[in-house]
């Protein structure tokens, strides 16, 4: 089982920055591609970006641009810095990682092996 621990969520005014930190246990596979998702009240869960072990990123066609993924391979960490934030940014972000798989699935979260339990974020307008 790999656990996933995320941080950094917090109440930000707009136009402001926040830089989400997801560690992964050493349990992750190796290999694993590790991404973000964000899920807002009433909605569905919303793929944010991913990075697969070499540093290649998907990202989000409407995000992209704001936000930028990154990830430390030493120690099993993504992060997701963003900027500019927005209110319609506000959601629950979640971590996830799973094994290398057909890329046309990336967006899927139901594609993905593992979960954190979510950080929120909140931006003031």
């Known amino acids: 089982q790999v656990q996933l621990t995320e941080s950094g969520g917090g109440l930000v005014q707009t136009g402001g920055s926040l830089r989400l930190s997801c560690a992964a246990s050493?349990?992750?596979?190796?290999?694993?591609?590790m991404g973000w998702f964000r899920q807002a009240p009433g909605k569905e869960r919303e793929f944010v970006a991913a990075i697969t072990m070499r540093g290649f990123t998907y990202d989000s066609d409407s995000l992209k641009g704001r936000f930028t993924i990154a990830r430390d391979n030493a120690k099993n960490t993504v992060y997701l810095q963003m900027s500019v934030l927005k209110p319609e940014d506000t959601a629950v972000y979640y971590c996830?990682?799973?094994?290398?798989?057909?890329?046309?699935?990336?967006?899927?979260?139901?594609?993905?092996?593992?979960w954190g339990q979510g950080t929120q974020v909140t931006v003031s307008s």
């Open positions: 996830a990682t799973r094994r290398p798989r057909n890329a046309n699935t990336i967006f899927d979260p139901s594609e993905w092996d593992y």
């Open positions: 050493s349990h992750m596979p190796s290999g694993s591609t």
